[in-house]
């Protein structure tokens, strides 16, 4: 286990959906189980999706959205466990196909290789949900052992169960 301050170390991968706001639901509740968090987060959920400088003030740390240079430190220690929340579409679809175009994906990619214990909380639209390329991504993604909460379409009156991330790293 890596440590930071005897604590684990949780990477949150953040995607562009709505929801996603509320992911200091979900880094307080990592932080209260007793988890370092360094937030990555998709190029498009930069652009207002989140409040980042609240991520930041809460995590202690700049949120990654971009590659670094060699010559540059890793501003994170490598990952105990890896939450994406909310995951897109988008991103499942290329991280299954191993299209690591983005820091946050190619992020998911390494994980994967590493055997990192992931847990993933999508938040796909019922169409997208339905799509035989989405269909597929999950059972590639599932059978490299990523784990999966319940689906979220964005229901009106539906709540996002964050903490549903830490309860699937438990298993």
């Given at each position: 286990m890596t440590e930071q301050a005897g604590k684990p170390f949780l990477y949150v991968v953040v995607c562009a959906a709505g929801i996603a706001a509320g992911v200091g639901e979900l880094i307080t509740a990592a932080q209260e189980e007793g988890w370092e968090v360094g937030v990555i987060a998709t190029p498009v959920a930069m652009n207002g999706?989140?409040?980042?400088?609240?991520v930041e003030a809460r995590t202690g740390r700049p949120i990654r959205s971009a590659w670094?240079?060699?010559a540059e430190p890793r501003p994170f220690p490598p990952p105990d466990a890896v939450v994406?929340?909310?995951?897109?579409?988008?991103?499942?679809?290329?991280?299954?196909a191993g299209l690591g175009d983005t820091l946050a994906v190619g992020t998911l990619c390494e994980a994967s290789g590493l055997?990192?214990?992931?847990?993933?909380?999508?938040?796909?639209?019922?169409?997208?949900?339905?799509?035989?390329?989405y269909q597929d991504s999950l059972i590639r993604l599932?059978?490299?052992?990523?784990?999966?909460?319940p689906p979220f379409a964005g229901e009106p009156g539906a709540e996002f169960a964050w903490e549903q991330a830490l309860d699937l790293l438990r298993r």
């Open positions: 999706f989140f409040d980042t400088a609240a670094r240079t060699p994406v929340a909310p995951a897109t579409f988008n991103t499942v679809n290329k991280w299954a055997g990192v214990p992931i847990a993933v909380l999508p938040c796909v639209a019922d169409a997208l949900a339905a799509h035989p390329a599932r059978g490299m052992g990523v784990r999966f909460g």
